[in-house]
């Protein structure tokens, strides 16, 4: 079984202020972690992804993630907002027994203060 | 290089009615997912299909079902639609086969589903 939680449902930062948003997972496998980003009306866009290499994870964007095994976490983050980063985040578990099925999480929305 | 295309992007049905959605993947990809996504969740997986075979599916009624064509585009079948249904429909395509790798997905922009 694969969940995933994102801990915030909403998140607001002024720009040029670092950015955290929060995912915890559960897994019964060694699981592979992504983050998806979807601006309004839009399709959902790979920001980055975690397979078993590195811990610490450089997506497109200046966004980064890290893994950390004991906390069961991959918190998404970036140095510095921008206002292009206001959209809604997903955090999503994969394993390649689980026939395809990726589970999202239930998101979260970026606000960027001018 | 066109992306992953769905068709059509908005569609109202009435209830009990039935409905196809399309989709074409990126091409050279051979492995294509739906996801249904209601407003304020993230999306939820129905199926996976690669090679056109079914390679997986979500916790979703026999009202639903999908196939894969020889050239790779898919169809997602609802029938006797519900309220319930009404939501945004994505179609990913993916190189690898889900069930034997981890890859990532590539989405469309979706298919907007209003059932009155």
């Known amino acids: 079984a694969q969940s995933v939680t994102q801990l915030d449902s909403h998140v607001s930062v002024s720009e040029g202020t670092p950015v955290l948003l929060r995912c915890n997972y559960s897994?019964?496998?060694?699981?592979?972690l992504f983050w998806y980003v979807q601006h309004p009306n839009k399709g959902l866009q790979l920001l980055l992804k975690y397979t078993s290499a590195a811990t610490l994870v450089k997506g497109i964007n200046g966004f980064e993630a890290e893994f950390k095994k004991s906390e069961t976490s991959f918190h998404l983050t970036k140095p510095s907002a921008h206002m292009s980063d206001a959209a809604e985040y997903f955090c999503v578990v994969s394993h390649n027994t689980n026939a395809g099925k990726s589970t999202f999480g239930d998101g979260t929305t970026l606000t960027v203060k001018p | 290089d066109a992306g992953v295309t769905q068709s059509p992007t908005h569609l109202i049905k009435t209830r009990g009615q039935h409905v196809t959605l399309r989709c074409s993947p990126i091409?050279?990809?051979?492995?294509v997912s739906w996801y249904q996504q209601v407003l304020g969740q993230g999306p939820q997986f129905i199926f996976q299909y690669y090679e056109k075979e079914e390679r997986g599916r979500g916790n979703f009624p026999d009202r639903f079902s999908a196939r894969q064509f020889p050239n790779y585009s898919s169809e997602l079948n609802v029938n006797a639609l519900l309220l319930g249904d009404s939501a945004l429909y994505l179609c990913a395509s993916s190189p690898v086969d889900m069930a034997g790798g981890v890859g990532s997905y590539t989405f469309g922009s979706g298919t907007r589903l209003t059932v009155v």
């Open positions: 897994s019964s496998y060694s699981p592979s």
């Open positions: 091409s050279g990809h051979k492995s």
